[in-house]
């Protein structure tokens, strides 16, 4: 059975600074993994998706890193900007029919 | 445009009574559709999933139930609702053959009273 684990739970900076968002999960044989923002009593925000056969996806301030054999992803946010503020999500398709399994998030809270 | 659309966005419902929650899609055919649920302080959980019209497949053993009466049509039902049902539902959709991006819909905030 898939798990995905993500670290910190929650995470507060200064406006401006770079920081990454941790995601671990236990079963290598995947065949996406998904980052995903969410702003309160909202959906989901789909933020950059890679596909097992890549490394990384990159979209404007983002940057997300796959490492299947470890088991692990990263979300790299540059020069983070108040707006950044809400919940980030990784998740991870593996198995039959395209089931993803989501990790509980990480908050993060941009401070002006 | 693909849109996913839920209805209805909150709804305060008592222990026992009814529940159906709608999910429509546009823009795409044969999409592959999910229900998720988030509860308070809790990961997405998948609820449901279905590959066609009529097909739906349960990840968990819970009081609710889902059909897919069309395509574009997926439906969460539940004859008597329990406190535990309380949450944020929500419907995405992933293209067959695709990327298998998933996609989500606003949500459903669901309290049972």
């Known amino acids: 059975k898939q798990e995905v684990t993500q670290i910190p739970a929650a995470l507060s900076v200064p406006e401006g600074e770079n920081l990454v968002l941790n995601c671990s999960f236990t079963d290598s044989a995947i065949y996406n993994l998904q980052w995903f923002r969410q702003d309160p009593g909202k959906g989901l925000t789909s933020l950059l998706l890679i596909q097992s056969s890549q490394r990384e996806q990159t979209s404007g301030r983002l940057n997300a890193s796959l490492d299947k054999s470890s088991g692990r992803s990263t979300l790299y946010i540059a020069a983070s900007q108040p707006g950044d503020s809400a919940t980030y999500l990784c998740a991870v398709g593996s198995g039959g029919y395209q089931k993803v399994t989501f990790g509980t998030g990480t908050k993060l809270q941009v401070i002006p | 445009s693909q849109t996913i659309h839920q209805w209805p966005a909150t709804l305060v419902q008592p222990v026992g009574s009814p529940l159906s929650l709608e999910c429509t899609v546009e823009?795409?055919?044969?999409?592959?559709l999910y229900w998720y649920r988030q509860a308070a302080g809790r990961g997405l959980q998948l609820l449901f999933y279905s590959v066609g019209i009529g097909q739906i497949s349960s990840e968990v053993p819970q009081n609710l139930s889902a059909s897919r009466p069309q395509d574009r049509q997926f439906i969460l039902s539940s004859k008597k609702l329990l406190l535990s049902d309380s949450g944020f539902y929500l419907c995405a959709r992933a293209k067959i053959g695709s990327t298998n991006e998933q996609f989500f819909g606003p949500g459903t905030r669901l309290t049972v009273l």
């Open positions: 823009g795409t055919s044969n999409p592959n």
